[in-house]
């Protein structure tokens, strides 16, 4: 597979993990959805807020897909794909916000937010992909 093949393989799963990640983690899944829109405790305009970020992060998924099957330079699909991660852990800078609410008992792995560590690692992957295209 050549480093191209590689970086847009990599580029294609983080498109598809920001496709669907919020909507599977928010509404689909019952462990999680549960602290997000199935959440009793949210008002109605928080959840608009959830919703909001659901479907943003389908689109920018589905723009970077269509990105990545044009001429278009790679780091361009990225950027985009960079833009809901960057804006969850940007969400953090924001006083009295937290990563999860506190009737949950959330587990932290690497002694993150499970959501914080998949941020860091989406990130992690896209850069790894734009280093890739950049030394070729």
């Not at 919020?22 to 959440?39: E, G, S, W, Y």
């Not at 099957?69 to 794909?81: E, K």
């Not at 914080?116 to 690692?121: F, T």
């Amino acid at each position: 597979m050549t480093t191209l093949a590689v970086a847009r393989v990599l580029t294609i799963f983080v498109a598809l993990v920001t496709m669907f990640g919020a909507l599977l983690a928010d509404f689909v899944i019952p462990a999680t959805a549960i602290q997000h829109m199935r959440n009793d405790a949210w008002p109605p305009h928080a959840k608009f807020h959830d919703a909001q970020y659901i479907v943003m992060s389908i689109l920018l998924g589905a723009v970077a897909l269509t990105l990545l099957v044009t001429p278009c330079p790679m780091w361009v699909a990225c950027a985009i794909l960079a833009t809901p991660w960057l804006g969850l852990l940007g969400a953090l800078l924001f006083p009295r916000t937290a990563v999860h609410d506190p009737e949950f008992d959330n587990p932290t792995i690497l002694g993150m937010h499970p959501q914080v560590l998949l941020g860091v690692i989406m990130l992690a992957v896209l850069l790894a992909a734009v280093l890739l295209v950049v030394r070729t």
